[in-house]
């Protein structure tokens, strides 16, 4: 028979914060998710997804060139005082990792393409989980989001931390054919 869901003992990973700001889910993004995505790469291609990740979100924060050595700038304006702050909020480990993506010219093409069903009998489920969930950011709105689309296929612990955002982004999305 079927399985009752109400035996199931479900644990979510992480708590879902729902009030999130885009900056904070960029550092959020980055802090948790991206640089160990970079970090533990098993090949090169994977570890050029996850920099794009993470030079494309530095890039939506206003993290620049110079934005490391501001905090020696005495008299910064507003918004200089902002990318401070940002780059303070990730750890000095972070920042030594991150740091050359304030430079770097990282660029994918987007040549992604969905055959149906996505969900092959012959495919494995992390598999078809980033490929459900690549789906699910090509229906969002978000930058945030969909620079993180090409890393789904390398990490599925990213996949799982996005996907109840992206349904919440769906659901509450303007679009009708999305949802």
Known sequence: GAIDPEQLQIIAKAPIH??????????????????AAYRKAQSGAAQDRAAYSIQEILRFLNCKQDTPNLGAKKHKDAKQKAQWNIWQEFPSDVQDTIFPFLFSE???????????????TAADDDYWFSRWTQKLILKTKSPLYHTCK?????????????LPYLVIDILSGDDETAK
């Open 150 to 162: 090409s890393v789904t296929k390398d990490d599925t612990d990213l996949a799982q931390f996005l």
């Open 18 to 35: 729902e009030d999130l700001t885009d900056v904070q889910m960029g550092i959020l993004l980055i802090n948790r998710y991206l640089v």
């Open 106 to 120: 990282y660029s994918i093409p987007d040549t992604m393409e969905f055959r149906h069903p996505i969900f092959l």
